[in-house]
């Protein structure tokens, strides 16, 4: 009964290094999201992604990039890490249809030194 | 603008006391809900939704919300809470045709004293 999986939990890096976040769910959900969760802000929504193949910008996609090359993964990147990414990273999923709540996943805490 | 506003950050209750979560939100259309709640180091779980119907929704472990139209609100409230109920409360708002999509108020840190 896993639901939703991030991988890797911890995770630091130096400014301008490069890594991708992993998240895979079972559920056979259509729709996958990623957030990003800062003190005082509540979480905030990326990139988001409809279907398999399918990928769109949320609030604030800037120097983040996603693919969803199969259903089960949505995979977040980020190609220059700043200071300023320095995050816990949610992904969660949905199924398709209005009404559907959200399952989330545990979460990466990532640090950009 | 779609947003939504959490008139408390940080809440300080003994056990026992009654609970009640302010939650604001901006938006022209129709929308759906949402309570969330953050255990220390955990994941955000679903306390509770409303769609439609009756406006007061109850959720899991005593929690329950009133959608009041009139006033773009939706609060939190619980009778009794425990030293368990500590955690991080989020409001959402997911609008009508926008693939689920969440958009999340600031959060309200609850801490519970025994």
């Known amino acids: 009964n896993a639901g939703v999986t991030q991988t890797p939990k911890f995770r630091v890096l130096k400014t301008g290094q490069s890594m991708t976040l992993l998240c895979a769910q079972d559920?056979?959900?259509?729709?996958m999201y990623w957030y990003r969760q800062d003190p005082g802000m509540g979480l905030r929504l990326i990139h988001y992604?409809?279907?398999?193949?399918?990928?769109a910008k949320g609030e604030v996609p800037d120097g983040y990039n996603v693919s969803r090359l199969k259903k089960q993964n949505f995979l977040l990147g980020l190609e220059s890490a700043a200071p300023s990414q320095t995050s816990v990273y949610f992904c969660?999923?949905?199924?398709?249809?209005?009404?559907?709540?959200?399952?989330f996943g545990d979460g990466t805490r990532l640090s950009i030194l | 603008a779609q947003s939504v506003s959490q008139h408390n950050h940080h809440v300080i209750l003994s056990e026992a006391a009654s609970l009640e979560l302010g939650c604001n939100y901006s938006y022209g259309g129709t929308v759906n809900l949402f309570w969330y709640v953050q255990y220390p180091g955990q994941h955000l779980q679903l306390l509770l939704k409303y769609f439609s119907g009756d406006p007061l929704v109850k959720g899991i472990k005593g929690f329950e919300a009133e959608f009041i139209k009139s006033k773009f609100s939706f609060n939190l409230r619980k009778p009794s809470v425990q030293w368990s109920d500590t955690a991080e409360y989020f409001c959402?708002?997911?609008?009508?045709?926008?693939?689920?999509?969440?958009?999340f108020g600031a959060g309200t840190r609850l801490a519970v004293h025994p």
């Open positions: 959402a708002l997911s609008p009508r045709g926008g693939y689920n999509k969440l958009i």
């Open positions: 559920m056979n959900h259509e729709y």
């Open positions: 992604s409809v279907g398999e193949g399918t990928t």
């Open positions: 969660a999923s949905s199924p398709q249809g209005e009404n559907q709540p959200q399952h």
